[in-house]
């Protein structure tokens, strides 16, 4: 069933909500996560000399801005729930934005890199294109964008109060090449688990 307005504006609020409600526990169970295979994939397809400007576009409370602070680069964080946002500033230093997926105002051209880790799938499918064009229009010529989103076959709705749209490997390829996205190399993780085990799909584009 089409998404109406409002639907989407309930969306973005119940979801954001979700998390707002729940930032210290959601730090606390995520803060272990061990996502370097996705840093690095991220990392070794810029050009140029390090340090980075990277936008880590839904940066929950901060685990990866600071992994990438460590690393000697650049980064600034995204993410829409005010308490989520706070702690990322606290345990990573770095500025963090406070936008909706609904309301994004990046600046253009400004990034080396985007790292949309776990994030995307959260985006409403009539909404996901003029996002992924946003995303495009930030990154400066030849920048890169990772993304890592549970897997499936085209599911679109509810997960308890969070919203979730779950793709396919040949569906999430079509919707970013229609964006200006080349691909660059795609996987599933965990790594080294039969596929059946391994639920997320990650993968690495360059600005067209």
């Known amino acids: 069933m089409p998404l109406s307005s409002e639907d989407l504006q309930q969306v973005a609020a119940r979801t954001l909500a979700h998390y707002e409600q729940n930032a210290q526990s959601y730090w606390e169970g995520t803060r272990d996560h061990d996502v370097s295979q ?3 994939a991220l990392l070794k397809h810029i050009s140029g000399p390090p340090p980075f400007d ?15 602070t460590a690393l000697g680069h ?8 005010p308490s989520v946002a706070a702690l990322a500033r606290l345990r990573s230093g770095c500025e963090v934005l406070e936008q909706s ?14 790292f949309a880790n776990a994030v995307l799938f959260h985006v409403p499918r009539p909404v996901l294109p003029q996002v992924l064009r946003q995303l495009q229009a930030c990154l400066r010529p030849g920048g890169v ?9 085209g599911q679109e709705g509810w997960n308890g109060e969070r919203y979730g749209v779950f793709y396919d490997w040949p569906t999430w390829r079509a919707l970013m090449m229609a964006a200006g ?7 599933y ?3 080294g688990l039969p596929i059946e085990q ?3 799909l990650a993968s690495v584009w360059r600005k067209r």
């Open 189 to 191: 993780r965990p790594s």
């Open 74 to 81: 650049r980064a600034v964080g995204l993410e829409g729930a």
């Open 38 to 40: 996705n840093i690095a």
């Open 198 to 200: 391994q639920p997320w």
């Open 181 to 187: 996205f080349d691909e660059l190399d795609h996987f």
């Open 54 to 68: 990277l936008l880590d576009f839904g940066c929950g409370p901060g685990r990866d801005l600071h992994a990438f």
């Open 101 to 114: 997926f609904l309301h994004l105002e990046l600046p253009a051209q400004r990034y080396d890199g985007v």
């Open 145 to 153: 964008l990772f993304s890592s989103n549970p897997r499936g076959n």
